[in-house]
């Protein structure tokens, strides 16, 4: 059963950084996923933020963090990152990590494997 924990929310004032671990275990070879990193703020849907291809060498992001947000892997330690800097209010947000069969998807729907998610909170 492939598990996936995300961790390194927390609460933050605007202009700071954070950096998201994933860490992801239970027998997966993580070489072989495209992972990525999803967001849901309360009454909304839960959106696409970056996503990384298996060996690393594609990264795609979200319009409203390109430039700020910073994703990365682990193969061998079978972790992914997000390097989070200048942080706005707006991105206050539970932040979920996933695995996914295809190499570096924007969709949801495309994501196998799931974490439990960490609180983001950017105060202004």
């Known amino acids: 059963q492939v598990q996936l924990a995300e961790s390194g929310g927390g609460l933050v004032q605007a202009g700071g950084s954070l950096r998201l671990s994933c860490a992801a275990s239970g027998g997966i070879t993580m070489s072989i996923y495209g992972m990525g990193w999803f967001r849901q703020a309360p009454g909304k849907e839960r959106e696409f933020v970056s996503t990384?291809?298996?060996?690393?060498?594609?990264?795609y992001y979200a319009d409203s963090v390109k430039g700020r947000f910073s994703i990365s892997r682990d193969n061998t330690n079978k972790m992914m990152y997000l390097q989070m800097n200048n942080l706005k209010p707006e991105d206050t947000a539970v932040y979920f990590c996933?695995?996914?069969?295809?190499?570096?998807?924007?969709?949801?729907?495309?994501?196998?494997?799931w974490g439990q998610g960490t609180q983001v909170t950017v105060s202004s």
């Open positions: 990384i291809s298996p060996s690393g060498g594609t990264t």
């Open positions: 996933a695995a996914s069969r295809f190499s570096s998807s924007r969709r949801r729907d495309d994501y196998d494997y």
